[in-house]
């Protein structure tokens, strides 16, 4: 694939809903040097530092990260944008903080069995295109399908009563939920998907946390609601998770056609658009900021639900971004109709179409990746996620932000 951060930059530059007539902030090439340094220094290294090392780097960071941030203060030109740089520097260093303990992990080699031919491929997919896809035998869907079928009733009354948000079209606890999860676990170690997700990430991977998600069409939260545009992006939703540590599965339990919301992926997508770490890291939490309920910026933002880039203020602040750090992990929604950036993500989407039983096992935060855009009949899907028993806890109370 081309490489896509100028294709980017170029799509926030002549879309009109991105240009206003205030100059983006400046930020020292030097700064933003020697925090990308020493982040990849964490990366690379964090799993074989000592304890005191790996803490004088996250000091360091943390401290790069204060510099970055109170050059965007000096440079905010009111209380708004000031509130913006505080909450986008806040929602830095949580995600830091995350991100950091992951790459502690301690790294294990020779743990995965993967002697069987297609684990070894399946392995190999993973790690070349962060996604793989298979398919789990009828019996196993039928055993799936008849436990997720106690909750459907409820999902599907709320859908007809117009209650439309994932909370109310999912359920992500209790014994149904916990009954599926031994099952897929059960079999996605026969068929090795485990192994492949364990053989990725360099620890020993398990299914954590799962949700029964039913999707419907009166759900129209991913289209898109910037105005003034003849059309909408053919790229609505295209997104990379926040998380770095929790790979994720979807498993089909209905049939899945264009029609009823396949999820479509874009393999290379997130290393061609060659991202720098701090814009990176802004780009997976700019999102976030505005919220919270005791925030100033909710109501100044007054965002619609799933989205930020409907709204003009939030819009504006994000322009304030260096163009050097300009970045939205949630970018679907950004790009600009009739852009090569547009045409060149549209011709390497994949879409996943199948049975029930068809899945997909990804790394959400490197996948650019999409679904649920229903336009007709439903879908009933396993959202999944895996994690290593460290992580397993974290993983199922943080269930709601790890799936979105
Ligand atoms: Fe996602």
Redesign the pocket.
């Known amino acids: 694939m081309q490489v896509l951060n100028t294709l980017m930059e170029t799509s926030y530059r002549e879309h009109p809903a991105f240009s206003f007539d205030v100059p983006s902030w400046d930020i020292p090439t030097e700064k933003l040097a020697v925090f990308n340094e020493t982040y990849v220094a964490a990366r690379q290294f964090g799993s074989v530092l000592s304890t005191v090392s790996r803490a004088a780097l996250q000091q360091d960071l943390l401290q790069l990260l204060d510099g970055v941030f109170a050059t965007f203060q000096a440079q905010s030109a009111d209380e708004y944008e000031a509130r913006f740089v505080l909450e986008l520097r806040r929602e830095c260093i949580r995600l830091l903080e995350q991100e950091l303990v992951w790459y502690a992990r301690q790294l294990r080699t020779g743990f995965v069995d993967l002697t069987d031919e297609r684990a070894q491929q399946d392995a190999v997919r993973m790690q070349r295109d962060r996604c793989y896809f298979g398919r789990l035998p009828q019996v196993a869907v039928a055993e799936l399908r008849n436990l997720a079928e106690r909750k459907l009733g409820q999902l599907r009354a709320n859908a007809a009563a117009g209650r439309l948000k994932r909370e109310d079209l999912s359920v992500n606890s209790g014994s149904t939920v916990r009954a599926i999860m031994t099952v897929l676990n059960r079999e996605f170690k026969a068929l090795g998907v485990l192994d492949a997700v364990s053989a990725y990430t360099g620890c020993k991977t398990r299914v954590s946390g799962l949700a029964v998600e039913l999707s419907v069409p009166q759900a129209v939260w991913w289209k898109n609601a910037i105005g003034g545009l003849e059309r909408s992006p053919r790229t609505l939703y295209a997104?990379?998770?926040e998380a770095i540590s929790y790979p994720?599965s979807i498993v089909y339990l209905s049939d899945v056609t264009d029609q009823n919301g396949p999820t479509g992926c874009y393999p290379g997508a997130y290393e061609a658009m060659q991202l720098n770490p701090l814009k990176e890291m802004l780009g997976r939490v700019v999102g976030t900021v505005g919220y919270c309920a005791d925030s100033p910026l909710k109501d100044y933002y007054a965002k619609q639900y799933h989205q930020s880039v409907n709204s003009e203020n939030f819009r504006r602040h994000f322009m304030r971004l260096p163009e050097c750090l300009r970045f939205n992990s949630h970018m679907g929604w950004d790009v600009l109709p009739g852009s090569k950036l547009e045409s060149q993500l549209v011709a390497s989407e994949r879409k996943m179409t199948g049975p029930a039983g068809t899945f997909i096992a990804f790394d959400?935060a490197c996948l650019l990746?999409?679904?649920g855009l229903m336009q007709e009949g439903e879908r009933l899907a396993l959202q999944v996620i895996f994690s290593d028993l460290t992580f397993a806890g974290r993983a199922v109370g943080k269930l709601k932000r790890i799936?979105?």
């Open positions: 997104h990379l998770d994720k959400g990746h999409r679904g799936l979105s």
